[in-house]
Each structure stands twice: as C-alpha cells, then as structure tokens.
C-alpha cells in the first residue's frame, strides 16, 4: 500500500532554522527584495497552532496500522484548508489566489 501524507502545520524547528537564512531575501540586489517579508513569513507559519510531531507520527502509525487501502492522509492543523479550496475553487482562481498570497506579482524580474 501506498499513502500520500500531506501534513498540515507541524510544530518543527524548521522555521526557526529557515528564518536564519532569510538574510539574502532581503539584501537589495535579491531578485526576492520586494517579497522577503512574506517569505519570511511562510516560513513561519508552521508556529500558528501547530500539532506536535508526536500526535502526527501516533496519528500516521494508527493509519498505516489499520489495514485501510492506501490514498492521501491528512493530519495536522490546516491539512484540509488547500485541499478544501482546490476542490471549491477553478485551479485558474486558486493560482491567482496563490500567486497574490505568496507575493509573486511583487517580484521584480
């Protein structure tokens, strides 16, 4: 069997570790100057109401154990927001949302 895991926020040091190298988004000669507070932040994001790592692994272990047929698992703290609104939204709208989001009509390219 095979599981797809898309795990929503999950509280890691990986923001933390990240936030050190967002020095060079915010040098002025970076191509990502103009949206190196909104990277910044993605990376961030994982500290706003994350599940722990182990209630993510028991979670998946549970899953993997059950005998269930494969597919995607969802765990975590808006694990179901992007898949909510893929299946709500044209992906045309959902690219446009995303691009804004992300600040990538700020890009200087």
């Known amino acids: 069997r095979v599981f797809t895991v898309q795990p929503g926020a999950i509280r890691t040091n990986w923001g933390i570790a990240a936030s050190k190298d967002m020095e060079m988004f915010r040098r002025p000669d970076s191509a990502y100057a103009s949206i ?8 961030k994001t994982h500290l706003l109401n994350p599940t722990s790592a182990e209630e993510l692994a028991q979670r998946l272990v549970k899953k993997i154990s059950s005998g269930a047929p494969g597919g995607i698992v969802r765990i975590g703290n808006e694990s179901l927001k992007l898949p909510f609104l893929k299946w709500l939204l044209p992906q045309t709208m959902m690219d ?8 990538l009509d700020r890009l200087a390219l």
């Open 96 to 103: 446009r949302i995303l691009y804004k989001r992300f600040g």
């Open 36 to 43: 190196g507070e909104i990277i910044e932040a993605r990376a």
